[in-house]
């Protein structure tokens, strides 16, 4: 789920919190980053937990229907297609294996205004008409619904970022990285089949979690070797000058550069210009950029960068 922009994204924020309070318990701050990442997985839980709400809150609408005193027509003989599409099963039966630690709490549960409001969207929709019209009903066109659906409805909603952004603050920038998982898992449905597992975990790989505690823990022990390099490249600027969001951004720049052997210098680079564009000035970009390539060039007649593999040796 995590890839490694994402992670260095969690890295900065934390970093970002430590270096601007009081503390200098790196312990605390290892917890703060297994905590923002615990919450990307919740938040990945919701928005699944969401799209079965729907299909509950459907059923629910269909037996207040039948128990009117003067059901119609339509009020006894429901369509239900929407309550009948496979996927939701299938998301109940990943979602009943998932340890009720990572469930808990559950932000839905008291909350059952915003499900309602959206049902009463999706089933006003084209969309939902056009699918309930139609009389086949094969999984490829259930998958095929439900990830419009949620395309359509649910990751772009203003509402519902609000809602869940109140929840947790480590949520605000996790909603592109998780309506991405959701489609993967929505797609990832193959069959009918219940025993199906797609649930995606958390980190790609073990590499990638050992590279997320190591990014902060190196960049907070080595912060003052690594000030000393910026300053003295950056010569003509005071550090008072250099923002603390851009001294963050060149510190784990050059911890990547000096510890870890498998990341190209190139991709380096390219990764700390690309969020300073969404997390520092306009003009951080340049200057960060020509910071970190005097240094990567210091660095390799220094031969202080050592890199391993194929393609990555420069």
């Not at 599409?85 to 559950?106: R, T």
């Not at 210009?273 to 060039?297: M, T």
Request: with cysteine; hydrophobic share 40%.
């Amino acid at each position: 789920m995590l890839n490694r922009r994402h992670i260095r994204i969690k890295v900065l924020q934390i970093l970002y919190a430590f270096f601007h309070s009081d503390s200098d318990d790196l312990l605390k701050c290892e917890r703060e980053l297994e905590n923002s990442i615990q919450h990307t997985q919740s938040l990945y839980f919701h928005l699944l937990l969401l799209l079965v709400d729907l299909k509950s809150l459907a059923k629910i609408k269909i037996e207040k229907g039948r128990d009117k005193l003067l059901p119609s027509k339509g009020d006894l003989n429901p369509n239900t297609k929407f309550i009948d599409n496979k996927i939701f099963s299938l998301l109940q039966q990943n979602l009943d294996q998932v340890h009720k630690s990572n469930l808990d709490p559950n932000y839905w549960l008291d909350h059952t205004d915003i499900q309602i409001k959206l049902l009463d969207e999706i089933q006003a929709s084209e969309l939902y008409s056009t699918y309930m019209a139609k009389s086949t009903h094969s999984f490829i066109e259930d998958r095929k619904f439900i990830s419009n659906l949620f395309n359509e409805f649910i990751a772009p909603n203003e509402d519902l970022h609000s809602f869940l952004g109140e929840k947790s603050i480590y949520w605000l920038d996790d909603f592109s990285i998780v309506n991405l998982s959701v489609i993967k898992t929505l797609k990832s449905f193959k069959d009918e089949k219940l025993e199906q597992k797609v649930l995606m975990p958390l980190f790609k790989n073990e590499d990638d979690k050992k590279y997320a505690f190591s990014l902060l823990k190196k960049t907070i022990v080595n912060s003052e070797d690594y000030k000393k390099y910026i300053g003295e490249t950056a010569c003509n600027w005071d550090e008072e000058r250099i923002s603390s969001m851009d001294q963050l951004l060149m510190q784990m720049a050059i911890c990547e550069l000096l510890n870890f052997e498998t990341i190209p210098v190139k991709v380096t680079l390219n990764e700390y210009i690309e969020l300073s564009k969404d997390y520092s000035s306009h003009k951080s970009k340049v200057f960060i950029n020509g910071i970190i390539d005097k240094l990567a060039v210091r660095f390799k007649k220094e031969k202080k960068i050592k890199k391993l593999g194929r393609g990555l040796v420069e």
